[in-house]
T-cell receptor, first 107, second 111 residues
Framework: RKEVEQDPGPFNVPEGATVAFNCTYS??????FFWYRQDCRKEPKLLMS???SGNEDGRFTAQLNRASQYISLLIRDSKLSDSATYLC????????FGPGTRLSVLP | SQTIHQWPATLVQPVGSPLSLECTVE??????LYWYRQAAGRGLQLLFY??????ISSEVPQNLSASRPQDRQFILSSKKLLLSDSGFYLC??????????FGEGSRLTVL
């Protein structure tokens, strides 16, 4: 089993749609959790950290379920500029990246 | 504020030639430093990480090496490149249990 698994994608959604990304991790000792976005041919950039109580940043909401070892990212009212690959990242000793889920927001 | 610089941005090298990619971090002390590689259409693979000067840990056996001659400098090298070394190389830093921040990457094509 891979350490971090994500929805295979790609997700193609119309502008204004709500889209949810799912991520599971295998190591119960994982300490920190993040979502990154990566635009084509660019470096990954931190989107948000994920806290046990859940956290929200504008249109983005992240949730963590430690018991189920599951992380989610919800994007509401999606914009064309949200098109990117979304990477789930889990930190144990080092940062472990999921394979990413590609999102295309269509006009 | 902290910044990370990585160069060169793009390079095309023949098989068997040497490689040197350099990365420097500004605005922080004693960062953890990382080299990742991303092959075309693939996920990020951790190559090396360093918690201090001269301290290098390798995650996978490979044709590459890393060095940290100064606190905020991290270098990725190869004596003889292979075709399979082509990819997008990313330097990154973190402090403590904080987030990971990436440089802009170096795109290597080995011909």
């Amino acid at each position: 089993r891979k350490e971090v698994e994500q929805d295979p994608g790609p997700f193609n959604v119309p502008e204004g749609a709500t889209v949810a990304f799912n991520c599971t991790y295998s190591n119960s000792a994982s300490q920190s959790f993040f979502w990154y976005r990566q635009d084509c041919r660019k470096e990954p950039k931190l989107l948000m950290s994920v806290y046990s109580s859940g956290n929200e940043d504008g249109r983005f909401t992240a949730q963590l379920n430690r018991a189920s070892q599951y992380i989610s990212l919800l994007i509401r009212d999606s914009k064309l500029s949200d098109s990117a690959t979304y990477l789930c990242v889990v930190k144990v000793q080092n940062f472990v990246f999921g394979p990413g889920t590609r999102l295309s927001v269509l006009p | 504020s902290q910044t990370i610089h990585q160069w060169p941005a793009t390079l095309v090298q023949p098989v068997g030639s040497p490689l040197s990619l350099e990365c420097t971090v500004e605005g922080t002390s004693n960062p953890n430093l990382y080299w990742y590689r991303q092959a075309a259409g693939r996920g990020l693979q951790l190559l090396f990480y360093s918690v201090g000067i001269g301290q290098i840990s390798s995650e996978v056996p490979q044709n590459l090496s890393a060095s940290r001659p100064q606190d905020r400098q991290f270098i990725l090298s190869s004596k003889k490149l292979l075709l399979s070394d082509s990819g997008f190389y990313l330097c990154a830093w973190s402090v403590g249990s904080g987030e990971l921040f990436f440089g802009e990457g170096s795109r290597l094509t080995v011909l």
